[in-house]
């Protein structure tokens, strides 16, 4: 698989995580999903109003992270 496609799913899934997150009937995601999926959920509880500890700057690593992470597997 091409990176551009991994980088492209891996974004997917972010949104899908945050849709997910924005959605408080949804349960926290388990070790099962990507870490583009989970660092997506987090950012959708983070607006949805829980707070989050990191600066602006520290969630985008953080989402670069979890992509350079998920192109890897």
Request: proline letters at 4%.
């Amino acid at each position: 698989m091409s990176e551009t496609v991994k980088k492209q799913q891996a974004n997917a899934e972010m949104i899908e995580g945050f849709m997910d997150g924005y959605d408080l009937s949804n349960p926290e995601p388990s070790e099962n999903r990507s870490h583009s999926y989970r660092h997506g959920f987090r950012s959708g509880r983070a607006d949805k109003g829980f707070p989050r500890k990191e600066s602006y700057e520290q969630v985008l690593a953080m989402a670069e992270e979890a992509m350079r992470k998920d192109e890897n597997v």
